[in-house]
């Protein structure tokens, strides 16, 4: 999730939103946590701690390289859903690896992303206790499908933070029902052209039924609050026109 920004021009200042945060959109002023942020306290699967072991202190590092890859890529599929078309301006930035997942978004979104029900749509709820960005929901055969990408490793808990973003959609678009949900899966061992996959990518689909994932989600939002019951957002505000000597940071 990229920082929120916002200018008040009376106020002539910038405000840094907490990236573990989303503003409310059924009651601006109040900040609920991300679904990501409430996920971290999920466990993980025991994968995800042999890479940690595996990898020591450089863990980190390599994990803040992939967050950074996946933004990139995420940046790059909006566009070409948005616009039919993406441009990359800056190759030096870019890995062969990269390009390739790239290339596969573009073979999964060419075949099935006909019809685009929504883009990188945002919504944070009050009255669920949180917010989120969902990627893609496309309508495939009669059906409204729920899409998170993914350049990494695929973890179980993940079906919990889509199951959060079927609840947060449905609560600000209850006209607009979701059938099921999936991952697109950049970074998969799959070789050959058949069904929701191709060479290096799949789409995956829950083995469970919703309310499965979304009661094991709203377990783990609760033992989050139980581990945080005083969540703020740490907004970051600042004057726009510094003094010399008139202003403290």
Not at 23 to 45: F, H, M, N, Q, R
């Amino acid at each position: 999730m990229q920082t929120q920004t916002f200018i008040d021009s009376a106020a002539n200042t910038i405000t840094y939103a907490d990236k573990r945060a989303y503003e409310c959109t059924d009651k601006p002023g109040e900040w609920v946590p991300s679904v990501t942020t409430i996920l971290d306290v999920a466990p993980k699967g025991p994968e995800f701690y042999n890479f940690l072991k595996n990898r020591g202190k450089d863990a980190d590092a390599i994990a803040m390289e992939a967050m950074e890859r996946g933004s990139r890529i995420h940046a790059a599929t909006e566009q070409y859903d948005l616009n039919g078309t993406f441009t990359i301006d800056n190759p030096a930035e870019w890995t062969a690896d990269d390009v390739e997942m790239l290339y596969r978004f573009k073979e999964c979104s060419d075949r099935y992303f006909k019809t685009i029900v929504a883009v990188e749509s945002s919504f944070a709820s009050y009255v669920l206790g949180f917010g989120g960005t969902i990627d893609r929901i496309i309508e495939w055969e009669g059906k409204k499908i729920l899409l998170d990408i993914k350049t990494g490793n695929i973890y179980p808990y993940y079906w919990r933070q889509l199951a959060a973003y079927k609840e947060l959609w449905e609560h600000f678009n209850p006209a607009l029902k979701i059938d099921t949900y999936g991952i697109v899966h950049l970074k998969a061992l799959t070789r050959t052209e058949k069904g929701w996959q191709g060479r290096g990518w799949q789409v995956l689909f829950p083995e469970h039924e919703h309310e499965y994932y979304w009661r094991l989600f709203k377990n783990t939002k609760e033992e989050f609050h139980i581990m945080h019951p005083n969540f703020r957002a740490n907004n970051r505000i600042f004057n726009l026109t510094l003094k010399k000597g008139g202003l403290t940071l």
